[in-house]
């Protein structure tokens, strides 16, 4: 049975750091593009970032260019969001999914069950 679970989530005070990690089952990873999106109250759903299926090629929002770095790990068959110098604005419920890949939603079909991320000091 496909699932993907998420891990990591927690309260962190602005500057710091978070790793999350979005574990797979049912699918072999190395066949996807996987992505991450976070969701702020009230907000639209937006895109983080971005891996292809050969885990070479990645793309990132602006927001979050320079500071946060996704990877994957195909034997483990788990993905990673490492979040560096958090900002308040990164409060947010985040989200790994799996699919096509690009920016959009749509391009993905799996989705993780999300996990909170608060900045606060």
């Known amino acids: 049975q496909l699932s993907l679970v998420q891990s990591g989530g927690e309260l962190v005070q602005p500057g710091g750091s978070l790793r999350l990690s979005c574990q797979t089952a049912g699918l072999t990873l190395e066949y996807y593009h996987i992505g991450w999106f976070r969701q702020a109250p009230g907000k639209e759903r937006e895109f983080v970032a971005t891996?292809?299926?050969?885990?070479?090629?990645?793309a990132y929002a602006p927001s979050v260019r320079g500071r946060f770095t996704i990877s994957k790990d195909n034997a483990k068959n788990t993905v990673y969001l490492q979040m560096n110098s958090l900002k308040l604005e990164d409060t947010a419920v985040y989200y790994c999914?799996?699919?096509?890949?690009?920016?959009?939603?749509?391009?993905?079909?799996?989705w993780g069950q999300g996990t909170q991320v608060t900045v606060s000091s």
């Open positions: 999914a799996v699919g096509l890949g690009g920016a959009s939603s749509m391009g993905y079909t799996y």
């Open positions: 891996i292809d299926w050969s885990g070479t090629r990645t």
